[in-house]
């Protein structure tokens, strides 16, 4: 995770840090130190000098905070142009931006320490509690995956498993449910297609039955997959709460 750490950098090194990573865009910049932070923009702004934490992230965004509470006193959502210049013998970083014009300049004056962080984006978010609670509390409200739904069956015995929710439609359509926590991958699109394929042999010709895959998010590959099988994708992120799950009762 640490590309690159200094303590109590020079003038000289610290300048040469931030040059080298901000020109690769693609890691976590951390200083923390004494400085002096000056805005230009909307307004003029000058903080005095004292003990910051600046931040500047792979997207070019900046923030500079305060030793206490979580709002950073100065932030650009996003940069267009990052410079670190020497001025006196003091390391000056220089953020702007064009639309609205904006500069931020940091003048450093005792940096304490210096990171290159590598941190990957995260895989995707994951709905808390355990996959048996997610499918709980949809077979309690299938209307969050769609409206008019009717859980028929929870954990449905079938040839090639069992099915997490089988229900039908406003139409009348039957209705199998895969559910992930997390992001929904090629696995749980054939895992999907085995269920449907394994209720169409089990119903009447006419029968009609859809495939929904319910999860936070889907991989670009899977999302195609689906697509070309004919099923479809219910992007579920929040959940309600346990107390209200409970307290609302039910058959499952």
């Known amino acids: 995770m640490i590309r690159e750490q ?6 000289v090194e610290l300048a040469a840090f931030l040059t080298r990573h901000t020109r690769t865009c693609d890691c976590l910049i951390q200083v923390a130190g004494q400085a002096e932070v000056t805005y230009q ?16 992230k792979c997207d070019g965004s900046l923030q500079i905070h305060h030793p206490k509470g979580i709002k950073p006193m100065n932030w650009q959502p996003k940069t267009d142009r990052i410079t670190a210049t020497l001025e006196d013998g003091m390391c000056v970083l220089t953020a702007s931006r064009t639309s609205p014009t904006e500069t931020v300049r940091v003048l450093m004056l ?28 949809l077979a309690r409200h299938p209307e969050l995956i769609e409206p008019g739904l ?16 089988y229900a039908k439609d406003a139409q009348g359509r ?18 999907l297609s085995r269920y449907v394929d394994a209720v169409r042999a089990k ?25 070309g099988l004919k099923l479809e994708f219910k992007e579920i992120h929040a959940l309600p709460s346990a107390q209200e799950t409970a307290a609302q009762g039910g058959l499952f």
């Open 150 to 165: 009717t859980v028929l069956d929870r954990e449905l015995m079938s040839s090639v498993g069992d099915i997490d929710l």
């Open 110 to 137: 005792d940096i304490q320490l210096a990171q290159a962080l590598e941190i990957q984006e995260e895989v995707g978010f994951v709905i808390a509690g355990t996959e048996a609670q997610m499918q709980a509390t």
């Open 174 to 191: 039957y209705v199998v449910v895969e559910l992930k926590r997390a992001k929904a991958t090629h696995d749980a699109v054939h895992q």
């Open 203 to 227: 119903l009447p010709k006419r029968a009609k039955v859809r495939g929904i895959l319910a999860a936070p998010s889907i991989t670009t590959p899977a999302a195609l997959t689906l697509e």
């Open 41 to 56: 923009g909307r307004a003029a702004s000058t903080a005095d000098a004292g003990n910051y934490l600046l931040i500047l």
């Open 6 to 11: 200094l303590l109590q950098p020079t003038a």
